[in-house]
């Protein structure tokens, strides 16, 4: 009896909890949202610690924490949410950690492709980011799977960052940049060398043909042409003094602004096929599969990216409640949104700026 009283009264709190969510939810979705929320999922260790758990279990209470996050999250209407699990860094950890943080995330990435998971409820696409070679074989298996099989998934992304950081990412985007800038720069020579080949062969036939009768016409005007072109030259090389003495004189009539832009656009022209550019760049970045986050949220307190995408943060706001990650809940993430709501005209300022 008692049992049945309990479960009817969380039944009962549970309904009123999502009422009043979808509550605030519509109130939020009043002012603009962040299309894109960032989370630095700082803290399952010390949440263990303080409880005397094992760091697995914490892990596994932050797991927790993700999916109630992403519910929270979608049902908001937002679109784009990346969680930075782990750190290349974190592979300096001890041995056995990471071994088992290993097997801990390929045993959520299965539960995540279970067909009454989050991940289909709401038909999210996985985006798995970072330098996948250093994961473990089973873990990457496991990842590109994943990949694979919400690929055709268009409602909702989740980007789950291991084996990452910043620096990584900008140096793999500037390798890869430079590779296509080098394979357009051998292609090009490669068009002229053919061009020019079957400009030779075009030109080849001539020199048995009609072709003949002009070069032995020029033989018979050669010692005539010669006489001109001396006498040319000499008149060429006074005009050349004369051409020099003037601009000495009028060089000073013009700025160094007015004759720099010529010289900025030959340097342009002959170096255009090797330069890189911005978008060049940006379009190797491991991130190019989502636009820049709104939101940057790490809890535990620490007001640091800790080399997280370092690249993509320039004009986000970075919000850092004192809670460790297993602790969050909606009223941080409402607290967050009404941040951004409130600044989001000076932020897209700065965006434009930028």
Not at 124 to 151: C, D, Y
Not at 154 to 170: F, G, K, N
């Amino acid at each position: 009896m008692q049992k049945s009283a309990g479960g009817i009264t969380r039944h009962l709190l549970g309904g009123l909890y999502c009422y009043l969510r979808k509550c605030i939810f519509s109130v939020l979705s009043v002012g603009p949202l962040p299309s894109h929320i960032s989370f630095i999922m700082d803290g399952n260790r010390r949440y263990a610690k303080r409880r005397n758990l094992a760091e697995g279990d914490g892990h596994k209470a932050g797991f927790s924490a993700l999916m109630s996050i992403l519910r929270y999250c979608y049902e908001l209407g937002i679109k784009y949410v990346s969680v930075y699990a782990f750190s290349i860094d974190n592979f300096k950890r001890k041995p056995e950690e990471v071994q088992t943080f290993m097997e801990l995330m390929r045993e959520k990435i299965e539960e995540l492709l279970q067909q009454e998971s989050i991940i289909n409820e709401y038909g999210v696409r996985l985006h798995f980011i970072g330098n996948m070679q250093l994961l473990t074989e089973p873990v990457r298996v496991a990842a590109e799977k994943a990949m694979r099989v919400t690929a055709h998934n268009q409602e909702r992304v989740l980007l789950i960052c291991v084996a990452y950081t910043s620096r990584d990412e900008i140096v793999h985007a500037v390798q890869e940049s430079c590779k296509d800038k080098w394979n357009e720069v051998q292609a090009s020579k490669e068009d002229k060398v053919s061009n020019s080949e079957f400009t030779r062969i075009n030109q080849g036939p001539k020199s048995n043909g009609i072709d003949l009768h002009f070069r032995d016409s020029c033989k018979e005007k050669e010692t005539k042409a010669c006489r001109s072109l001396h006498e040319g030259a000499e008149g060429a090389e006074e005009k050349d003094y004369l051409f020099e003495q003037n601009l000495e004189k009028h060089s000073d009539n013009y700025s160094e602004d007015e004759i720099t832009p010529c010289n900025e656009e030959k340097k342009f022209k002959q170096g255009e096929f090797a330069s890189i550019k911005l978008v060049d760049i940006e379009k190797h970045m491991y991130m190019s599969v989502a636009p820049d986050p709104d939101i940057l949220i790490r809890t535990s307190g620490e007001a640091r990216l800790s080399n997280f995408l370092l690249w993509q943060t320039s004009a986000c706001p970075l919000y850092a409640p004192k809670v460790l990650w297993p602790e969050i809940g909606l009223r941080h993430l409402v607290w967050a949104i009404l941040n951004f709501q409130r600044h989001h005209f000076y932020l897209e300022k700065k965006k434009k700026q930028f």
